[in-house]
């Protein structure tokens, strides 16, 4: 079975710039979630979808973020305009219906720099 | 502030031995559940432990939860090179629609 699929896998924009970033859940799962990574703050929950609904965006850290959801196969994160403190690896990560006591499955990430 | 906290930040042992993670909590939760994550991948679930439960055991992983001490503990047997990864804890806190991971302990299994 395909795992969380998250493209680019490397992004590298000079600040200013818009980043898209992109994830593909697993099918099936109700639940989407998108991460940060840093050394300083550890993995940090941005946002998370519930059928497609953003039910929490309380972890997006300034309206330079957003993110969709337009159907169950695909989500995006966007940036604009990105700053050298953006800088870190994203996450997106699904989970099953059942709510908070399921596990929940990562892509690979997507590590960002932004010069 | 972090509401896990995992101890030690790093451990470092031979292969064959036993390593033993620890993870600490803040408030009360409906679940609590241990992740690994290799170097340059995104997190892997291992296992989930409810706040009902005191153990739990997958392969050579074993899992603890004492909830009136707000810990937890993850002991790996009989390691092997490939266990060489970072863990977390996360917890589900009760009340809150969310998981909340702690800093992660780094190990490292030395052939």
């Known amino acids: 079975d395909a795992g969380v699929i998250q493209s680019p896998r490397h992004e590298v924009t000079e600040m200013g710039q818009e980043v898209t970033l992109r994830c593909k859940p697993i099918s099936g799962h109700d639940y989407l979630f998108w991460y940060r990574q840093t050394m300083m703050r550890g993995l940090e929950l941005l946002i998370y979808?519930?059928?497609?609904?953003?039910?929490?965006d309380s972890g997006m850290p300034e309206d330079r973020f957003s993110a969709k959801m337009p159907n169950a196969s695909f989500s995006t994160l966007k940036i604009q305009p990105s700053e050298p403190r953006d800088s870190a690896v994203y996450f997106c990560a699904s989970s099953p219906p059942g709510g908070w006591a399921r596990p929940q499955h990562f892509g690979d990430g997507t590590r960002l720099s932004i010069l | 502030s972090q509401q896990g906290e995992e101890d030690p930040q790093a451990l470092s042992i031979q292969e064959g031995e036993n390593a033993t993670m620890n993870c600490s909590y803040k408030t009360s939760i409906n679940n609590l559940q241990w992740y690994r994550q290799n170097s340059g991948r995104g997190l892997v679930h291992l296992i989930l432990i409810r706040s009902n439960e005191r153990e739990k055991h997958s392969g050579r992983l074993r899992v603890t939860l004492d909830t009136s001490k707000k810990s937890s503990s993850l002991l790996i047997t009989a390691s092997r090179a490939a266990d060489t990864a970072s863990y977390f804890c996360a917890t589900v806190i009760q009340g809150a629609q969310k998981l909340v991971f702690g800093q992660g302990t780094r190990l490292t299994i030395n052939p």
């Open positions: 979808f519930n059928n497609n609904v953003p039910i929490d």
